[in-house]
């Protein structure tokens, strides 16, 4: 997977998260915290493991580039809005990540259109 982010001034761990996207499961893993939570696709993915397979899952199903263009803080969150390019229905499209931060980890991740 491509990813554009160097134009944005991303917080460490969500930078770190779009960087580790382009890998495996395990590298998007450490990317959160022990119980973190992951809402995709309108399923909740609880934990490291949950997080690994939702990740791994999504990689054999789809190929695809993520391009984010903006950020903000809003609500406690960090707000990205990527642009999602591949072969799955309605490509591309515009998903927003909220992420919630704990450390130099992400607590919470939430993506939707």
Known sequence: MKQTTRSLNLPIPVSA????????????LRCFTENAVVK???HTHKGRAAIKEWKTDASAKY??????FACEA????????SRL??????????LRF??????ARIASLEIIP
Do not use: H, M, R
Not at 63 to 68: G, I, K, V
């Open 17 to 28: 998260y779009f960087t580790a996207d382009k890998g495996d499961g395990e590298a998007v």
């Open 40 to 42: 995709d696709e309108g």
């Open 63 to 68: 190929q695809y580039t993520c391009e984010p």
């Open 74 to 81: 809003k609500g406690g969150k960090i707000v990205v809005t």
């Open 85 to 94: 390019t591949g072969n799955f229905p309605g490509s591309p499209v515009d």
């Open 98 to 103: 909220f992420f919630e931060l704990q450390g």
